[in-house]
Protein backbone atom coordinates (compact mmCIF):
# COMPACT_ATOMS: atom_id res chain seq x y z
CA UNK A 1 0.00 0.00 0.00
CA UNK A 2 2.67 2.28 0.50
CA UNK A 3 4.56 2.60 -2.35
CA UNK A 4 2.07 3.00 -5.58
CA UNK A 5 2.30 5.25 -8.61
CA UNK A 6 -0.91 7.35 -7.22
CA UNK A 7 -1.58 10.15 -8.96
CA UNK A 8 -3.70 12.59 -7.00
CA UNK A 9 -4.04 15.73 -8.94
CA UNK A 10 -5.77 16.58 -12.44
CA UNK A 11 -8.13 18.40 -14.74
CA UNK A 12 -10.73 17.21 -17.05
CA UNK A 13 -13.33 19.72 -19.70
CA UNK A 14 -15.82 20.33 -15.98
CA UNK A 15 -12.68 22.78 -15.09
CA UNK A 16 -9.42 23.77 -17.28
CA UNK A 17 -8.43 20.61 -18.91
CA UNK A 18 -9.10 19.48 -21.83
CA UNK A 19 -9.82 15.97 -21.46
CA UNK A 20 -13.10 14.16 -20.37
CA UNK A 21 -13.19 12.60 -17.29
CA UNK A 22 -13.40 9.41 -19.07
CA UNK A 23 -10.27 9.95 -20.78
CA UNK A 24 -8.53 10.97 -18.05
CA UNK A 25 -9.09 7.71 -16.29
CA UNK A 26 -7.90 5.85 -19.31
CA UNK A 27 -4.78 7.79 -19.92
CA UNK A 28 -4.01 7.19 -16.08
CA UNK A 29 -4.22 3.15 -16.28
CA UNK A 30 -2.48 3.21 -19.79
CA UNK A 31 0.08 4.95 -17.91
CA UNK A 32 0.40 2.76 -15.18
CA UNK A 33 -1.25 4.81 -12.61
CA UNK A 34 -2.56 2.38 -9.66
CA UNK A 35 -4.75 4.95 -7.40
CA UNK A 36 -6.30 8.33 -9.43
CA UNK A 37 -8.16 11.13 -8.22
CA UNK A 38 -9.39 13.81 -10.90
CA UNK A 39 -8.94 16.86 -8.84
CA UNK A 40 -10.84 20.10 -11.13
CA UNK A 41 -10.95 23.54 -9.89
CA UNK A 42 -13.66 24.35 -7.87
CA UNK A 43 -15.96 21.64 -8.83
CA UNK A 44 -17.11 18.52 -8.00
CA UNK A 45 -19.25 17.72 -11.14
CA UNK A 46 -16.76 15.55 -12.82
CA UNK A 47 -17.26 12.77 -9.68
CA UNK A 48 -19.36 10.61 -10.94
CA UNK A 49 -17.90 9.91 -14.58
CA UNK A 50 -14.61 9.79 -13.27
CA UNK A 51 -15.58 7.33 -10.49
CA UNK A 52 -17.81 5.33 -13.00
CA UNK A 53 -14.90 5.34 -15.41
CA UNK A 54 -12.17 4.46 -12.86
CA UNK A 55 -14.88 1.09 -11.70
CA UNK A 56 -15.19 0.03 -15.31
CA UNK A 57 -11.37 -0.29 -15.68
CA UNK A 58 -10.43 -1.54 -12.31
CA UNK A 59 -8.52 1.61 -11.54
CA UNK A 60 -9.09 2.60 -7.65
CA UNK A 61 -10.14 5.93 -7.39
CA UNK A 62 -10.32 8.26 -4.77
CA UNK A 63 -12.68 11.41 -5.05
CA UNK A 64 -11.04 15.13 -5.57
CA UNK A 65 -11.84 18.81 -5.66
CA UNK A 66 -8.80 21.86 -6.19
CA UNK A 67 -9.82 24.25 -4.03
CA UNK A 68 -9.43 28.68 -4.45
CA UNK A 69 -7.87 29.95 -1.54
CA UNK A 70 -7.35 33.57 -0.96
CA UNK A 71 -4.43 33.41 2.36
CA UNK A 72 -2.77 36.88 2.97
CA UNK A 73 -3.11 38.38 0.05
CA UNK A 74 -2.14 35.38 -2.30
CA UNK A 75 -3.58 32.47 -4.21
CA UNK A 76 -3.55 28.96 -2.82
CA UNK A 77 -4.81 25.89 -4.19
CA UNK A 78 -6.28 23.40 -1.77
CA UNK A 79 -6.85 19.76 -2.81
CA UNK A 80 -9.39 17.95 -0.88
CA UNK A 81 -9.38 13.84 -1.00
CA UNK A 82 -11.46 11.02 -0.01
CA UNK A 83 -14.72 13.34 0.31
CA UNK A 84 -18.25 12.77 -0.24
CA UNK A 85 -18.90 14.42 -3.29
CA UNK A 86 -22.76 15.08 -2.79
CA UNK A 87 -21.90 16.75 0.92
CA UNK A 88 -24.47 19.76 0.74
CA UNK A 89 -22.05 21.99 2.38
CA UNK A 90 -19.05 21.11 0.16
CA UNK A 91 -21.49 21.87 -2.87
CA UNK A 92 -22.74 25.00 -1.53
CA UNK A 93 -19.12 25.83 -0.87
CA UNK A 94 -18.17 25.17 -4.26
CA UNK A 95 -20.64 27.27 -5.78
CA UNK A 96 -19.72 30.55 -3.81
CA UNK A 97 -16.10 29.85 -4.44
CA UNK A 98 -16.88 29.50 -8.34
CA UNK A 99 -19.21 32.28 -8.26
CA UNK A 100 -17.14 35.53 -8.93
CA UNK A 101 -15.70 33.66 -12.37
CA UNK A 102 -17.64 35.23 -14.91
CA UNK A 103 -17.58 38.92 -13.78
CA UNK A 104 -13.80 38.67 -13.31
CA UNK A 105 -13.41 37.00 -16.64
CA UNK A 106 -15.16 40.52 -17.92
CA UNK A 107 -13.08 42.49 -16.24
CA UNK A 108 -9.98 40.42 -17.49
CA UNK A 109 -11.23 40.58 -21.13
CA UNK A 110 -12.07 44.41 -20.63
CA UNK A 111 -7.96 45.26 -19.52
CA UNK A 112 -6.62 43.32 -22.28
CA UNK A 113 -8.88 45.53 -24.40
CA UNK A 114 -7.02 48.27 -23.39
CA UNK A 115 -4.31 46.75 -24.53
CA UNK A 116 -5.11 46.16 -27.85
CA UNK A 117 -6.05 42.45 -27.27
CA UNK A 118 -9.81 42.84 -28.37
CA UNK A 119 -12.61 39.71 -27.87
CA UNK A 120 -10.87 37.63 -25.55
CA UNK A 121 -13.90 36.88 -23.32
CA UNK A 122 -15.62 35.44 -26.12
CA UNK A 123 -12.53 33.87 -27.59
CA UNK A 124 -11.45 32.03 -24.42
CA UNK A 125 -15.76 30.95 -23.90
CA UNK A 126 -14.24 28.50 -27.09
CA UNK A 127 -12.58 26.67 -24.46
CA UNK A 128 -14.82 26.36 -21.74
CA UNK A 129 -15.92 23.20 -21.00
CA UNK A 130 -18.20 24.24 -17.91
CA UNK A 131 -19.29 27.66 -18.40
CA UNK A 132 -19.27 28.24 -14.56
CA UNK A 133 -15.50 27.65 -14.53
CA UNK A 134 -13.95 29.65 -17.07
CA UNK A 135 -10.42 30.15 -16.21
CA UNK A 136 -7.42 32.27 -16.97
CA UNK A 137 -5.86 28.81 -18.55
CA UNK A 138 -9.38 29.27 -21.76
CA UNK A 139 -7.98 32.95 -21.90
CA UNK A 140 -4.57 31.96 -22.56
CA UNK A 141 -5.49 28.97 -24.62
CA UNK A 142 -7.17 31.51 -27.04
CA UNK A 143 -4.23 33.99 -27.17
CA UNK A 144 -1.91 31.25 -27.82
CA UNK A 145 -4.44 30.13 -31.10
CA UNK A 146 -4.59 33.92 -32.07
CA UNK A 147 -0.59 33.98 -32.27
CA UNK A 148 -0.35 36.79 -29.50
CA UNK A 149 1.84 34.15 -27.72
CA UNK A 150 3.52 31.26 -28.53
CA UNK A 151 2.65 28.72 -25.41
CA UNK A 152 0.00 29.42 -22.31
CA UNK A 153 3.35 29.85 -20.40
CA UNK A 154 4.08 33.11 -22.08
CA UNK A 155 0.66 34.67 -21.91
CA UNK A 156 0.96 33.85 -18.31
CA UNK A 157 4.05 35.30 -17.61
CA UNK A 158 3.36 38.34 -19.87
CA UNK A 159 -0.30 39.05 -19.48
CA UNK A 160 -2.17 36.71 -16.70
CA UNK A 161 -0.17 36.44 -13.80
CA UNK A 162 -0.52 38.78 -10.82
CA UNK A 163 0.67 42.12 -11.44
CA UNK A 164 0.32 41.70 -15.60
CA UNK A 165 -2.24 43.70 -17.57
CA UNK A 166 -4.81 41.03 -17.93
CA UNK A 167 -4.81 40.17 -14.35
CA UNK A 168 -7.68 40.81 -11.93
CA UNK A 169 -7.42 40.12 -8.35
CA UNK A 170 -10.18 37.79 -6.65
CA UNK A 171 -11.13 36.76 -3.86
CA UNK A 172 -11.47 33.21 -3.30
CA UNK A 173 -12.41 31.30 -0.28
CA UNK A 174 -11.28 31.76 3.14
CA UNK A 175 -8.84 28.78 4.14
CA UNK A 176 -10.17 27.89 6.98
CA UNK A 177 -13.79 27.55 5.41
CA UNK A 178 -12.00 25.31 2.38
CA UNK A 179 -10.49 22.95 4.62
CA UNK A 180 -13.60 22.51 6.98
CA UNK A 181 -15.66 21.68 3.57
CA UNK A 182 -13.54 18.60 2.70
CA UNK A 183 -12.59 17.52 6.88
CA UNK A 184 -17.08 17.32 7.70
CA UNK A 185 -17.56 15.64 3.70
CA UNK A 186 -15.03 13.24 5.44
CA UNK A 187 -11.90 13.47 3.53
CA UNK A 188 -8.62 14.96 3.96
CA UNK A 189 -7.01 18.51 2.81
CA UNK A 190 -3.91 18.41 1.08
CA UNK A 191 -2.12 21.96 0.20
CA UNK A 192 -1.52 21.90 -3.70
CA UNK A 193 2.03 22.95 -5.30
CA UNK A 194 3.45 24.64 -2.24
CA UNK A 195 6.44 25.58 -4.03
CA UNK A 196 4.33 28.04 -6.75
CA UNK A 197 3.51 30.63 -4.12
CA UNK A 198 5.74 32.66 -1.68
CA UNK A 199 9.10 31.65 -0.85
CA UNK A 200 9.38 33.84 1.96
CA UNK A 201 10.26 31.56 4.93
CA UNK A 202 8.24 33.18 7.18
CA UNK A 203 4.82 33.55 5.25
CA UNK A 204 5.36 30.18 4.14
CA UNK A 205 5.67 28.74 7.56
CA UNK A 206 2.24 30.86 8.34
CA UNK A 207 0.90 29.12 5.39
CA UNK A 208 1.76 25.59 6.88
CA UNK A 209 1.24 26.21 10.49
CA UNK A 210 -2.46 28.02 9.20
CA UNK A 211 -3.33 25.16 7.48
CA UNK A 212 -2.36 22.27 10.57
CA UNK A 213 -4.58 24.65 12.84
CA UNK A 214 -7.40 23.96 10.71
CA UNK A 215 -7.44 20.37 10.29
CA UNK A 216 -5.20 19.96 6.85
CA UNK A 217 -3.56 16.55 6.95
CA UNK A 218 -1.40 17.06 3.65
CA UNK A 219 0.69 18.58 2.03
CA UNK A 220 1.70 17.42 -2.50
CA UNK A 221 5.55 16.55 -2.19
CA UNK A 222 6.38 15.20 -5.70
CA UNK A 223 3.97 17.18 -8.33
CA UNK A 224 4.01 18.45 -11.57
CA UNK A 225 5.03 21.93 -10.35
CA UNK A 226 8.07 21.03 -8.42
CA UNK A 227 11.92 20.39 -9.14
CA UNK A 228 13.74 17.38 -7.60
CA UNK A 229 15.10 20.05 -4.63
CA UNK A 230 11.85 21.21 -4.39
CA UNK A 231 10.52 17.24 -3.69
CA UNK A 232 13.39 17.52 -0.92
CA UNK A 233 12.22 20.40 0.60
CA UNK A 234 8.46 19.28 0.75
CA UNK A 235 9.42 16.43 2.22
CA UNK A 236 11.24 17.57 5.52
CA UNK A 237 8.84 20.23 5.86
CA UNK A 238 5.47 17.37 5.51
CA UNK A 239 7.95 15.58 8.53
CA UNK A 240 8.62 19.33 10.42
CA UNK A 241 4.50 19.50 10.49
CA UNK A 242 3.49 16.10 10.95
CA UNK A 243 1.34 16.30 7.09
CA UNK A 244 1.01 13.08 4.94
CA UNK A 245 2.16 13.49 1.64
CA UNK A 246 0.87 13.52 -1.64
CA UNK A 247 1.91 12.84 -5.46
CA UNK A 248 0.15 14.25 -8.65
CA UNK A 249 1.10 15.51 -11.77
CA UNK A 250 -1.47 18.31 -12.22
CA UNK A 251 -1.96 17.24 -16.02
CA UNK A 252 -4.55 19.32 -17.85
CA UNK A 253 -3.98 18.77 -21.74
CA UNK A 254 -1.34 16.79 -24.03
CA UNK A 255 -0.04 19.48 -25.45
CA UNK A 256 0.59 21.69 -22.79
CA UNK A 257 1.08 19.22 -19.76
CA UNK A 258 5.18 19.10 -19.15
CA UNK A 259 4.04 16.16 -16.55
CA UNK A 260 1.95 13.31 -17.92
CA UNK A 261 -0.52 11.20 -15.96
CA UNK A 262 1.70 9.02 -13.35
CA UNK A 263 4.72 10.34 -15.06
CA UNK A 264 6.77 11.23 -11.60
CA UNK A 265 8.73 10.02 -9.18
CA UNK A 266 7.40 7.70 -6.54
CA UNK A 267 7.01 8.92 -2.86
CA UNK A 268 10.16 8.33 -0.40
CA UNK A 269 9.40 5.46 1.84
CA UNK A 270 10.16 7.77 5.04
CA UNK A 271 7.15 9.66 4.27
CA UNK A 272 3.14 8.86 5.06
CA UNK A 273 1.44 8.84 1.72
CA UNK A 274 -1.92 10.77 2.31
CA UNK A 275 -3.73 7.33 0.87
CA UNK A 276 -2.75 5.61 4.13
CA UNK A 277 -5.41 8.14 5.90
CA UNK A 278 -7.37 6.90 3.15
CA UNK A 279 -7.84 3.34 2.98
CA UNK A 280 -11.60 3.13 3.76
CA UNK A 281 -12.54 5.90 0.89
CA UNK A 282 -10.80 4.44 -1.80
CA UNK A 283 -13.34 3.14 -4.40
CA UNK A 284 -12.39 -0.53 -4.88
CA UNK A 285 -11.57 -1.87 -8.13
P1 LIG B 1 -7.61 30.68 -12.39
O1 LIG B 1 -8.16 29.68 -11.40
O2 LIG B 1 -8.64 31.16 -13.37
O3 LIG B 1 -6.88 31.81 -11.72
O4 LIG B 1 -6.54 29.91 -13.27
C1 LIG B 1 -5.49 29.23 -12.67
C2 LIG B 1 -4.95 28.18 -13.62
O5 LIG B 1 -4.07 28.76 -14.55
C3 LIG B 1 -4.10 27.13 -12.92
O6 LIG B 1 -4.91 26.13 -12.40
C4 LIG B 1 -3.25 26.62 -14.04
O7 LIG B 1 -3.96 25.64 -14.77
C5 LIG B 1 -3.09 27.82 -14.93
N1 LIG B 1 -1.76 28.46 -14.76
C6 LIG B 1 -1.35 29.25 -13.77
N2 LIG B 1 -0.09 29.69 -13.99
C7 LIG B 1 0.30 29.14 -15.17
C8 LIG B 1 1.48 29.21 -15.98
N3 LIG B 1 2.54 29.92 -15.60
N4 LIG B 1 1.51 28.52 -17.14
C9 LIG B 1 0.45 27.80 -17.55
N5 LIG B 1 -0.71 27.70 -16.83
C10 LIG B 1 -0.77 28.36 -15.67
MN1 LIG C 1 -5.68 24.62 -13.78
MN1 LIG D 1 -3.34 24.56 -8.73
MN1 LIG E 1 -4.39 21.83 -10.52
Not at 161 to 186: C, M, N, S, T, Y
Request: hydrophobic residues 40%; negative net charge.
Amino acid sequence: MTILNADLHCHSTVSDGTLEPEALAARAQANGVELWSLTDHDEVAGQRRAMAAARALGLPYLSGVEISVTFAHLTVHIVGLGFDPDNEQLVRGLELTRGGRGARAREMSAQLARIGIEGAYEGALKYVGNPELISRTHFARFLVESGVCRDTNEVFRKYLADGKPGFVPHRWAALGDAVRWIREAGGIAVIAHPARYDHNPTREYALFSEFKQHGGQGVEVVCGSHSTSEYAKYAELALEFGLAASRGSDFHCPDESRIDLGDLPLLEGRLTPVWELLVDRIQPA
